[in-house]
């Protein structure tokens, strides 16, 4: 009997896989294998995703064997991941971060001399004239699918784009600017931001960028005010982030008469800076579904500010700020005066990690995820931090259950006798056991009393082990340091675990004057 052509490539397609994966067959015999589903039903999705995929996977091997690449293998996946977005751009959440990475980061190098041992000087040219070609055909390739696939996808790479503004090929620096123009033109509520950040900055050549996009803005007579609008909210964000508080006289904690806080500036079609503002929502799969596909959640605006601002008691001293948004809700903003922009690109990495957890079923099950908030740069030297409400550090309810006078708590003390008093084992071994019996466990006093239902007890406890357990396993994956109990807090509500400030990553701890071994 005939067989359609979608379930003959659905088998061929499992088929190719398994040759890859159980590396029966012949890198070139694969090849072929592709090719041929991709003839049978040029239409579908799938076998361009897995394609684009295998030559990455195939891309790494080489690369593990010493092998000095051309850029080939980087154009033949970025190639094919790009037709399967222009088929069904489902997936673009999981690999368009991969063909970003591999595009400018091969543009990259063919744009700086390679530095090849022992090699003759025929060979090195014809490298370096095969890499240069490379780079054009994957610039081609870029430039043709962002103007066949939807604007939208490009979002969800909007901070890795930022970040190579200044890129060394000129290619792939106009391909990013016109990316980020477009965006900012189809979605200015959330991209101008980012705009109005790169005027901002203190870099200029990052801020000589940043007006070329404006004068275009204006040019096309697209979002004049609401850009005017984004560049005085960023100055003005910035004046309260880099404010010494010693020099603000009184305790009046007033917007206007502390920082002269232009507050005509609002209320503005700007979104309000938070994360269920500014994250994407995830495509669906697309092809045979009869919905139309939206971006964005509806947008929160700012309408006001409140007069009132915060200053926490913290060594950066960082104020509060709250917006009244166009929905009549509050939502808290942090002003703080610190190079936020590795918190950013954590968050970026924790929400990828809480979108795969609830794509997989079983974790699904389990409720597995990561709570994650905003984090905008205004400058290299200071941000926004959205403040996460219903929230409480773990510092605060142990120092509320340890408040008792019995409890005589004096950490420089203690630290300077474990470190110069207690010399042998058995001492800090006593020592250890005194401090242990004296703070018995009280934790799971605080579940009882906030969640004094069964139900709800039963399931806050088992939000917070797991919560716990994957931050722990994240913490793990990126050498997250300074878990001290004022970066740890609890979601008064469910039960979740949340983790804040992320300075110290990458085993950066380890590295400290006094290292962390835990």
């Known amino acids: 009997p005939?067989?359609?052509?979608?379930?003959?490539?659905?088998?061929?397609?499992?088929?190719?896989?398994?040759?890859?994966?159980?590396?029966?067959?012949?890198?070139?015999?694969?090849?072929?294998?592709?090719?041929?589903?991709?003839?049978?039903?040029?239409?579908?999705?799938?076998?361009?995703?897995?394609?684009?995929?295998?030559?990455?996977?195939l891309l790494e091997r080489k690369n593990e064997e010493g092998y000095v690449t051309t850029g080939r293998f980087e154009y033949q996946s970025i190639y094919f991941f790009l037709q399967a977005f222009e088929r069904n751009p489902s997936k673009v959440r999981e690999n368009l971060p991969k063909v970003v990475?591999?595009?400018?980061?091969?543009?990259?190098?063919?744009?700086?001399?390679?530095?090849?041992?022992?090699?003759?000087e025929d060979l090195d040219s014809k490298?370096?004239?095969?890499?240069?070609?490379?780079?054009?055909?994957?610039?081609?390739?870029?430039?043709?699918?962002?103007?066949?696939?939807?604007?939208?996808?490009?979002?969800?790479?909007?901070?890795?784009?930022?970040?190579?503004?200044?890129?060394?090929?000129?290619?792939s620096a106009r391909l990013i600017e016109?990316?980020?123009?477009?965006?900012?033109?189809?979605?200015?509520?959330?991209?101008?931001?980012?705009?109005?950040?790169?005027?901002?900055?203190?870099?200029?050549?990052?801020?000589?960028?940043?007006?070329?996009?404006?004068?275009k803005i204006v040019s096309l007579k697209s979002h004049v005010n609401l850009m005017d609008t984004a560049e005085l909210l960023t100055k003005?964000?910035?004046?309260?982030?880099?404010?010494?508080?010693?020099?603000?006289?009184?305790?009046?904690?007033?917007?206007?008469?502390?920082f002269n806080f232009k507050m005509k500036t609002v209320p503005t079609a700007l979104a309000v800076p938070i994360r269920t503002n500014l994250e994407m929502v995830s495509p669906a799969v697309l092809l045979g579904s009869k919905g139309t596909y939206t971006p964005f959640r509806d947008v929160v605006s700012i309408?006001?500010?409140?007069?009132?601002?915060?200053?926490?008691?913290?060594?950066?001293?960082?104020?509060?700020?709250?917006?009244?948004g166009s929905d009549g809700l509050a939502y808290g903003i942090m002003c703080k005066e610190e190079d936020v922009r590795q918190d950013n690109q954590y968050m970026q990495f924790a929400t990828t990690m809480d979108f795969l957890l609830k794509k997989d079923v079983e974790s699904r099950k389990r409720q597995l995820g990561i709570t994650?908030?905003?984090?905008?740069?205004?400058?290299?030297?200071?941000?926004?931090?959205?403040?996460?409400?219903?929230?409480?550090?773990?510092?605060?309810?142990?120092?509320?259950?340890?408040?008792?006078?019995?409890?005589?708590?004096?950490?420089?003390?203690?630290?300077?006798?474990?470190?110069?008093?207690?010399?042998?084992?058995?001492?800090?071994?006593?020592?250890?056991d005194e401090k242990k019996a004296l703070f018995d466990p009280q934790l799971y006093k605080w579940f009882l009393e906030t969640f004094p239902d069964p139900i709800n007890w039963f399931d806050a406890r088992n939000r917070y082990t797991r919560s716990y357990a994957v931050m722990a396993m994240v913490g793990?994956?990126?050498?997250?340091?300074?878990?001290?109990?004022?970066?740890?807090?609890?979601?008064?509500?469910?039960?979740?675990?949340?983790?804040?400030?992320?300075?110290?990553?990458?085993?950066?701890?380890?590295?400290?004057?006094t290292p962390e071994i835990v």
């Not at 052509?5 to 659905?10: L, V």
């Not at 590396?23 to 999705?45: A, C, F």
């Not at 994957?138 to 503004?165: D, N």
Request: proline share 4%.
């Open 2 to 57: 005939d067989v359609d052509p979608r379930s003959a490539a659905t088998v061929l397609l499992k088929y190719t896989e398994w040759l890859d994966l159980s590396n029966n067959s012949s890198s070139s015999r694969v090849i072929e294998q592709y090719q041929e589903i991709l003839k049978l039903d040029p239409s579908w999705d799938e076998p361009f995703y897995s394609f684009g995929l295998y030559y990455s996977r």
């Open 101 to 120: 990475t591999f595009w400018l980061n091969f543009t990259s190098n063919a744009a700086s001399p390679i530095d090849l041992e022992e090699d003759p």
């Open 127 to 171: 490298i370096v004239t095969s890499r240069v070609s490379s780079a054009d055909d994957i610039c081609k390739a870029i430039g043709e699918a962002f103007e066949r696939c939807p604007t939208y996808i490009w979002y969800s790479v909007l901070t890795q784009l930022l970040s190579r503004l200044l890129h060394p090929f000129s290619k």
């Open 178 to 215: 016109k990316i980020i123009l477009q965006l900012a033109i189809d979605f200015p509520r959330h991209v101008l931001w980012y705009i109005a950040v790169l005027l901002n900055s203190k870099t200029r050549e990052r801020r000589a960028i940043g007006t070329k996009l404006v004068k």
């Open 236 to 258: 003005e964000f910035t004046k309260v982030c880099i404010a010494d508080m010693k020099k603000v006289s009184g305790n009046s904690r007033d917007l206007v008469t502390d």
């Open 303 to 324: 309408y006001k500010f409140h007069n009132k601002y915060k200053v926490f008691s913290s060594l950066k001293r960082p104020k509060q700020v709250n917006i009244i």
């Open 372 to 432: 994650t908030y905003s984090v905008l740069s205004l400058r290299e030297d200071c941000g926004l931090i959205e403040i996460v409400p219903n929230v409480v550090t773990l510092r605060s309810i142990l120092i509320n259950k340890y408040g008792s006078s019995k409890y005589d708590v004096n950490m420089r003390r203690d630290y300077n006798l474990w470190t110069h008093d207690l010399t042998t084992k058995r001492q800090k071994r006593q020592f250890y």
């Open 476 to 513: 793990h994956i990126v050498g997250l340091g300074d878990r001290h109990c004022e970066n740890i807090l609890l979601d008064v509500e469910t039960g979740n675990i949340l983790h804040v400030d992320f300075d110290c990553l990458f085993e950066k701890g380890k590295t400290l004057p």
